[in-house]
Nanobody, 119 residues
Framework: QVQLVESGGGLVQAGGSLRLSCAAS????????MGWYRQPPGKQRELVAT???????NYGDSVKGRFTISRDNVKNTVYLQMNSLKPEDTAVYYC?????????????WGQGTQVTVSS
């Protein structure tokens, strides 16, 4: 059983920064992808950024150049540094972990953390 615990959300003014963390615990396979997705009010969940266990990253178009994803494989923790925040970044941010064991297993999701950017 895998558990994901997110932290670091909150209220920030436009142009400010926040850093999200997501710690994974349980049976974590060495081949995996961790990432962040977000769900703005009234909209569908969308990709923010992902990072593989090998360090390869992928970003959603709306956050490129402003957000940076990183991870600590020893701590099984993924981070999202968010700079130059905009009101449209307001959303619930979810952490996701997908593991490979002779195929991709169903992903695990965190409970979500609220990020609110005021104008």
């Amino acid at each position: 059983q895998v558990q994901l615990v997110e932290s670091g959300g909150g209220l920030v003014q436009a142009g400010g920064s926040l850093r999200l963390s997501c710690a994974a615990s349980g049976s974590i396979g060495s081949i995996n992808t961790m990432g962040w997705y977000r769900q703005p009010p009234g909209k569908q969940r969308e990709l923010v950024a992902t990072i593989t266990s090998g360090g390869n990253t992928n970003y959603g178009d709306s956050v490129k150049g402003r957000f940076t994803i990183s991870r600590d494989n020893v701590k099984n923790t993924v981070y999202l540094q968010m700079n130059s925040l905009k009101p449209e970044d307001t959303a619930v941010y979810y952490c996701k972990l997908a593991m490979w064991r002779l195929g991709w297993l169903p992903p695990s999701w965190g409970q979500g953390t609220q990020v609110t950017v005021s104008s």
